[in-house]
């Protein structure tokens, strides 16, 4: 049986896109599968498939900082040689058909000591700019596999097939998860995302905010590890993590989000209406051109991080937005998942 191994991390939003393929691999039960990744992240959510994980050490940019953030990135071309050298031994180790990469800086060494050994290499953008780690990785890539179709237009070896999206979002109940969550049928829901360590800004606008958002919806609050503070108002659910995605995304009337492309690409397919606050600080501004990517089709609706404190008034607003449900209502969204299983069939049989 042909092996691949999927890399990337450093965030959420480069794991779970891998975890939807790797779950639709597993149940086919037509291919090995290993990961390769760092102490991070993708390590905790990939604990519970029991899969061969092999962990290396990689660098990462620090974009802000001064001086101090100069002099770690100078170290960066020694630290990459290392985490290639590591991550050409466990590729020997695991001896993988094939390395799929879902980007971060966790994965760029991965590519270039799977190039060194002869491994093909597919890797897959999900934001409409392409990210430092696939920049670099492309030419090293049999293709280079895009959830935007202006994205794959900007490289000589891009390919669009849409976001791999979990199978699991699209069939869960929504009766079954209100229950669960002790929410009323008939009650309006606001699922608050802050990505996966959370959003300390959204988190605060929120919880100052809850007397009043509280009045004309329930607010099912997925804070982030470590975030969750007591809270005594009524129709308020705090939860750190949510493993059933699919279980909230149900629960949903209207969605308060960062603007990560997997998350946003989630909540577009479920055509559900939502506000997208961006992430703009201590980012290379993906999240903005996502937002506005979305906003531009009438399929979302943007509120910029320094204008949260008309949070209320926006989250009204869009609850009584009839036009976006209905544009949302009328807009299919490509599930990447089977045209990058596709891609991988095909690469395995030349």
């Known amino acids: 049986m042909k092996k691949i191994l999927f890399t990337g991390g450093g965030s959420a939003g480069h794991v779970i896109p891998n975890l939807a393929i790797i779950d639709e691999i597993l149940a086919k039960g037509k291919l090995d599968v290993c990961y390769m990744g760092t102490d991070g ?104 596999l895009t959830s935007f179709p202006e994205t794959a237009e900007r490289f000589q070896n891009g390919k669009y097939v849409g976001a791999p999206l979990r199978r699991a979002l699209f069939t869960a109940d929504r009766e079954r998860a209100r229950k669960e969550y002790g929410i009323s049928p008939n009650e309006k829901v606001l699922l608050v995302l802050g990505g996966g360590s959370g959003s300390t800004a959204i988190n605060n606008a929120v919880r100052s905010h809850l007397q009043e958002l509280t009045k004309f919806c329930t607010v099912l609050h997925i804070c982030g590890k ?40 989630e909540i577009v397919a479920l055509q559900k209406p939502a506000v997208l606050v961006p992430l703009a600080r201590a980012s290379r501004g993906d999240q903005i051109e996502n937002a ?42 490509k599930n990447g998942t089977e045209h990058i299983l596709a891609e991988i069939d095909r690469l395995l049989r030349t």
């Open 41 to 144: 992240i993708e390590k905790t959510l990939l604990a519970t498939h029991k899969i061969p994980y092999y962990e290396i050490s990689c660098p990462k940019l620090v974009r802000k900082g001064g001086v101090a953030a100069w002099w770690k990135n100078a170290k960066i071309p020694f630290a990459l040689f290392r985490a290639v050298k590591q991550a050409e031994t466990g590729l020997k180790l695991l001896q993988p058909d094939l390395v799929f990469s879902k980007g971060g800086y966790v994965s760029l060494p991965v590519v270039y000591a799977a190039r060194r050994l002869r491994i093909p290499c597919l890797t897959h953008e999900s934001d409409l700019s392409a990210g430092l780690a696939n920049r670099l990785a492309a030419k090293k890539c049999h293709l280079v």
């Open 292 to 333: 506005e990517y979305f906003r531009k089709k009438g399929l979302c609706r943007v509120l910029p991080q320094d204008a949260l404190d008309r949070l209320v008034t926006e989250l009204r607003s869009a609850f009584a937005d009839k036009e976006l449900a209905l544009r949302l209502q009328e807009h299919v969204e």
């Open 226 to 265: 470590g975030n969750r503070v007591q809270s005594n108002v009524k129709k308020y659910r705090q939860e750190e993590f949510i493993a059933d995605m699919g279980g909230a995304y149900a629960c949903a009337d209207l969605i308060l989000s960062r603007a990560g492309a997997g998350a946003l690409f």
